[in-house]
């Protein structure tokens, strides 16, 4: 797939989640980390791709990781600090909980965000903004300055400040069957995740330990 050449491209790996009581991008899922399954789907899709987190959780990887340049500022710093790092203008911003994402899915969104000249193109879903899912440009970096710098850091306050590109459920209608949205926030969307996995691998509905 050649869709996202043009486009950077980086992974949120960013820290503790409070409700997981870990990082989420160590779980191994499928016999993988979430963070190799992050950055195995991202890799072929875009020019460059790296990790925004801690450096030393992650001495395994073998693309840039880079640390968060301001702390304790949830996703929208991570952002910022991707958009810096970041070599092309354009880059997809990828959450590290999204483990049935498809290469397909990314496909459309970046196809859409090379029609248009906005800052930000995410889809949404069940009326939900998927802003960890998204393309975002390096125009967005000043607006979030100042949002953080006034101690605000929702993602969902940036795209009032700047052009934004919706993609609704209808442009990924067909691709939906693999839940491709569905994040891991907790430990039981952990577990089901697990569960969906041995499924696939198991569809005879044997279960194997």
Partial sequence: METGKGFS???LAGGRSRRMGTNKALLPLGGKRLVDRAIELLSPLVDDVFVVGPPEVFPFLHVPVHPDEIRQAGPL???LTGLRHARLDKSLVLGVDLPFLT??????VF???GTLDVDVTIPRYHDT???LCGVYSRRC???IEGMLMAGHKAVLELLDRVRIQVLEEEVFKDLLASDPFFNINTREDYEEAKRRVAAQLHPEGVHHG
């Fill in 9 to 11: 491209g980086f992974v």
């Fill in 141 to 143: 970096i000043t607006p």
């Fill in 129 to 131: 903004q998927e802003t």
């Fill in 103 to 108: 290469g397909d899915v990314l496909d459309r």
């Fill in 77 to 79: 710093g991570g952002i």
């Fill in 111 to 113: 196809k859409a965000a």
